[in-house]
């Protein structure tokens, strides 16, 4: 199969006051396989997931980012095997076409609709070393267990497999050049089973959107904090063993897609808690009215910023957080997610440290209500969450303060396999 082609752009100016991105030899399916390549992103389905969406596809992309799928069940998830597969299903996909790069490096939009809306990004690669001067800005903590497991998949494969997920303050330029390219037909499209409509262009003048970017004063991770670091330690390692290094290889580069942030939507990050502590539902209920408003609800889903819907034993009650208790001047502490914690999981329910006690459980909002009832069950209580909005990332992120554990999560998720970056030989 020939690769794709189109024109290269113009020189990059350097300048490290200005956000810089970078065009790029994509490794893309051709149109007819688009569908069947491009996954769920790696970290929102579980191994047995995996398997059964790949099941019958040799072409899904879960191979590459799932790939202990075609390893024998009892094979740990961090085995050396795990992270030897995912470099040889990679160069399976090339050697029998399953993707291509292209001749030349290029610029290119990702539209995502659902819904009745859509959100369209600009796929290419943004700088490591940005990254580490904090121009790249993050709102959340990593996982080293998932950060070293990235960082192994990076550098075993030699490729990003998955982009990044950013976001930047809308810009009147970038979306003209935006509006011209989407007047062209794209090169792929296909419809999800989760009814996202995918479609991808690869840009006519990528040093026009270069440019544009200079005019950027950063760029916030919206998702994807664990690939970012790992793509940064990745590009440290490397650069280390590189005497020459001059900033400009490709392991500096690190795929991403950046988003306008009026165009991103959030949903909720709701709770479960699989136990009362000790407590019975009495005790628990009087408890929350110390800390706010508690009412008998019909509605599960909170009215806005300050309240929390709570399931217990089968029934749902709305909790208003007292206002003298939100401190508005604080980005974090005056979060949903961060007050739940800080009145209600931490003092009454012993969860101390969201990230690693066992008995808190995070559902996405895409689940369903109904859903986050079942899993509380009788004897657990659920909370559903009002989503966390961009103006609030965005304040944190630019405060250089984290927030808690699983604040938001975006929807709809960029499909994987769609475009990888390889930076294999970079070094040479």
């Given at each position: 199969?020939?690769?794709?082609?189109?024109?290269?752009?113009?020189?990059?100016?350097?300048?490290?006051?200005?956000?810089?991105?970078?065009?790029?030899?994509?490794?893309?399916?051709?149109?007819?396989?688009?569908?069947?390549?491009?996954?769920?992103?790696?970290?929102?389905?579980?191994?047995?997931?995996?398997?059964?969406?790949?099941?019958?596809?040799?072409?899904?992309?879960?191979?590459?980012?799932?790939?202990?799928?075609?390893?024998?069940?009892?094979?740990?998830?961090?085995?050396?095997?795990?992270?030897?597969?995912?470099?040889?299903?990679?160069?399976?996909?090339?050697?029998?076409?399953?993707?291509?790069?292209?001749?030349?490096?290029?610029?290119?939009?990702?539209?995502?609709?659902?819904?009745?809306?859509?959100?369209?990004?600009?796929?290419?690669?943004?700088?490591?070393?940005?990254?580490?001067?904090?121009?790249?800005?993050?709102?959340?903590?990593?996982?080293?267990?998932?950060?070293?497991?990235?960082?192994?998949?990076?550098?075993?494969?030699?490729?990003?497999?998955?982009?990044?997920?950013?976001?930047?303050?809308?810009?009147?330029?970038?979306?003209?050049?935006?509006?011209?390219?989407?007047?062209?037909?794209?090169?792929?499209?296909?419809?999800?089973?989760?009814?996202?409509?995918?479609?991808?262009?690869?840009?006519?003048?990528p040093g026009a959107y270069v440019r544009a970017f200079q005019n950027l004063d950063a760029?916030?991770?919206?998702?994807?904090?664990?690939?970012?670091?790992?793509?940064?330690?990745?590009?440290?390692?490397?650069?280390?063993?590189?005497?020459?290094?001059?900033?400009?290889?490709?392991?500096?580069?690190?795929?991403?897609?950046?988003?306008?942030?009026?165009?991103?939507?959030?949903?909720?990050?709701?709770?479960?808690?699989?136990?009362?502590?000790?407590?019975?539902?009495?005790?628990?209920?009087?408890?929350?009215?110390?800390?706010?408003?508690?009412r008998p609800t019909e509605d599960p889903t909170p009215s806005g910023r300050g309240v929390?819907?709570?399931?217990?034993?089968?029934?749902?009650?709305?909790?208003?957080?007292?206002?003298?208790?939100?401190?508005?001047?604080?980005?974090?502490?005056?979060?949903?997610?961060?007050?739940?914690?800080?009145?209600?999981?931490?003092?009454?329910?012993?969860?101390?440290?969201?990230?690693?006690?066992?008995?808190?459980?995070?559902?996405?909002?895409?689940?369903?209500?109904?859903?986050?009832?079942?899993?509380?069950?009788?004897?657990?209580?659920?909370?559903?969450?009002?989503?966390?909005?961009?103006?609030?990332?965005?304040?944190?992120?630019?405060?250089?303060?984290?927030?808690?554990?699983?604040?938001?999560?975006?929807?709809?998720?960029?499909?994987?396999?769609?475009?990888?970056?390889?930076?294999?030989?970079?070094?040479?």
């Amino acid at each position: 199969m020939e690769g794709y082609s189109n024109q290269a752009c113009a020189p990059f100016v350097k300048d490290p006051a200005m956000i810089k991105i970078h065009p790029f030899e994509a490794e893309r399916p051709p149109r007819e396989l688009s569908g069947s390549v491009a996954s769920v992103p790696y970290d929102v389905i579980s191994t047995n997931e995996a398997r059964t969406l790949a099941e019958g596809n040799e072409h899904s992309f879960l191979h590459v980012v799932r790939p202990e799928i075609d390893l024998p069940v009892e094979t740990g998830a961090y085995e050396d095997a795990v992270y030897a597969m995912a470099r040889t299903n990679l160069d399976r996909f090339r050697e029998s076409g399953v993707i291509a790069r292209d001749l030349e490096p290029g610029i290119y939009l990702y539209r995502l609709t659902w819904r009745g809306r859509s959100q369209t990004g600009i796929v290419c690669c943004c700088d490591a070393q940005q990254y580490r001067e904090g121009l790249v800005k993050k709102h959340e903590f990593t996982r080293p267990d998932k950060e070293d497991d990235r960082t192994r998949h990076l550098q075993v494969t030699e490729a990003h497999a998955e982009p990044v997920f950013l976001a930047f303050h809308d810009d009147e330029r970038i979306a003209e050049l935006v509006r011209g390219d989407l007047e062209s037909s794209p090169y792929c499209s296909f419809e999800a089973e989760d009814d996202v409509v995918h479609e991808c262009w690869k840009v006519n003048d990528p040093g026009a959107y270069v440019r544009a970017f200079q005019n950027l004063d950063a760029l916030y991770i919206a998702d994807g904090h664990h690939r970012s670091a790992a793509a940064e330690r990745t590009a440290t390692a490397l650069m280390n063993q590189n005497p020459a290094h001059t900033g400009d290889e490709s392991y500096n580069h690190l795929l991403a897609v950046c988003f306008p942030s009026s165009e991103l939507r959030i949903l909720p990050y709701n709770r479960v808690v699989n136990d009362l502590a000790g407590m019975d539902k009495a005790e628990f209920l009087e408890r929350l009215t110390s800390i706010g408003t508690l009412r008998p609800t019909e509605d599960p889903t909170p009215s806005g910023r300050g309240v929390v819907c709570v399931h217990l034993d089968g029934s749902w009650h709305e909790l208003r957080f007292d206002p003298a208790r939100i401190d508005a001047s604080d980005p974090v502490e005056s979060l949903d997610c961060a007050l739940l914690q800080s009145l209600v999981l931490e003092p009454m329910l012993d969860i101390d440290d969201p990230r690693t006690n066992s008995r808190i459980q995070f559902v996405g909002g895409i689940r369903g209500l109904d859903e986050l009832a079942e899993k509380a069950g009788t004897s657990g209580v659920a909370f559903s969450m009002h989503p966390t909005s961009m103006e609030e990332l965005l304040s944190v992120a630019d405060s250089g303060m984290t927030m808690p554990p699983k604040s938001t999560w975006f929807e709809p998720k960029l499909r994987s396999g769609l475009f990888v970056h390889d930076f294999s030989g970079s070094t040479s």
